[in-house]
């Protein structure tokens, strides 16, 4: 996808030097100045270089599922404060008030039901801009009764993961959400309900250590940071050096952590083709 020049741009602005505010944007990838539409009408991609930007988690339900059919569930389930926990004047449920306000979410992921290409799933997807998309007591218990659902329903579960990790606000309590939603997987594996998951920038922590890595079908978009630990952390405790590009997606796929990198321009034919392969009723 071409971009506008700046002198074409001028001139499309009856020959006005100035720029507007928030017409360009530089990609952290390439480092060059981007056209802001192109960008957004390329599904948040820089037509450039390729680079995927993070997005919110309606985004990516409204470039994945058929228009108009996604349905949202278990909305009321919601985080409370069992530790007390404050870091300054700050309590945790301040700050995770303050994670609504910013992100327009109650929680760090979304589940319902959705069709793709005509195909029922249940879906779930996490969000970034929501404390990081860190997984507490109500992200592991949404992800829990989404897999339920799957299994009641008889229908495909895919998820879209991106996580920070366990919410270290709720000590022990977010780390047991790892069990938690790892039993989940496997009584959707008893039950005989595929289960795909994508993988995006950032999957990490215990998010990635638990229900994000065990889809019977594991898809990634180019170039997402996916691992447990840290480059630093991992190199400080083990005393070796890491290579280079150790936790993107095309190190992980070519050592077999992953079954696919799909561009997000591809990822929703991608899926629907999965869905016809594994619920072809």
Same mark, same amino acid.
């Given at each position: 996808?071409?971009?506008?020049?700046?002198?074409?741009?001028?001139?499309?602005?009856?020959?006005?030097?100035?720029?507007?505010?928030?017409?360009?944007?530089?990609?952290?990838?390439?480092?060059?100045?981007?056209?802001?539409?192109?960008?957004?009408?390329?599904?948040?991609?820089?037509?450039?270089?390729?680079?995927?930007?993070?997005?919110?988690?309606?985004?990516?339900?409204?470039?994945?599922?058929?228009?108009?059919?996604?349905?949202?569930?278990?909305?009321?389930?919601?985080?409370?404060?069992?530790?007390?926990?404050?870091?300054?004047?700050?309590?945790?449920?301040?700050?995770?008030?303050?994670?609504?306000?910013?992100?327009?979410?109650?929680?760090?992921?979304?589940?319902?039901?959705?069709?793709?290409?005509?195909?029922?799933?249940?879906?779930?997807?996490?969000?970034?801009?929501?404390?990081?998309?860190?997984?507490?007591?109500?992200?592991?218990?949404?992800?829990?009764? @989404?897999?339920?659902?799957?299994?009641?329903?008889?229908?495909?579960?895919?998820?879209?993961?991106?996580?920070?990790?366990?919410?270290?606000?709720?000590?022990?309590?977010?780390?047991?959400?790892?069990?938690?939603?790892?039993?989940?997987?496997?009584?959707?594996?008893? @039950?005989?309900?595929?289960?795909?998951?994508?993988?995006?920038?950032?999957?990490?922590?215990?998010?990635?250590?638990?229900?994000?890595?065990?889809?019977?079908?594991?898809? @990634?978009?180019?170039?997402?940071?996916?691992?447990?630990?840290?480059?630093?952390?991992?190199?400080?405790?083990?005393?070796?050096?890491?290579?280079?590009?150790?936790?993107?997606?095309?190190?992980?796929?070519?050592?077999?952590?992953?079954?696919?990198?799909?561009?997000?321009?591809?990822?929703?034919?991608?899926?629907?083709?999965?869905?016809?392969?594994?619920?072809?009723?």
């Amino acid at each position: 996808m071409a971009l506008f020049e700046r002198s074409k741009f001028a001139r499309l602005m009856g020959g006005k030097k100035k720029v507007p505010d928030g017409v360009w944007m530089k990609c952290p990838a390439c480092n060059q100045a981007v056209y802001r539409v192109e960008v957004e009408s390329n599904q948040e991609v820089c037509p450039l270089c390729n680079h995927h930007f993070r997005i919110a988690a309606h985004s990516r339900i409204e470039y994945l599922v058929d228009e108009g059919t996604f349905v949202e569930t278990h909305a009321n389930i919601a985080s409370t404060d069992p530790l007390q926990f404050k870091v300054g004047k700050e309590t945790y449920t301040e700050r995770v008030e303050r994670a609504k306000g910013a992100s327009g979410l109650d929680e760090a992921i979304i589940t319902g039901f959705a069709h793709i290409d005509g195909h029922r799933l249940c879906l779930a997807a996490m969000d970034a801009n929501f404390i990081m998309a860190s997984m507490g007591s109500a992200v592991g218990e949404r992800f829990h009764r @989404a897999a339920m659902d799957a299994i009641e329903e008889r229908v495909c579960m895919v998820c879209i993961a991106a996580s920070g990790g366990a919410r270290m606000q709720e000590g022990i309590l977010a780390l047991m959400q790892m069990a938690k939603t790892a039993d989940a997987v496997r009584q959707m594996n008893e @039950a005989g309900i595929p289960y795909i998951t994508i993988l995006t920038d950032a999957t990490t922590g215990g998010v990635y250590a638990s229900f994000a890595s065990l889809g019977d079908i594991t898809l @990634a978009e180019p170039q997402a940071n996916i691992g447990f630990a840290g480059k630093r952390l991992i190199e400080g405790a083990l005393k070796v050096k890491i290579p280079e590009g150790f936790q993107t997606s095309e190190y992980q796929f070519n050592n077999g952590f992953i079954d696919k990198i799909v561009p997000r321009s591809e990822m929703r034919e991608t899926v629907a083709k999965l869905l016809s392969y594994l619920t072809p009723a």
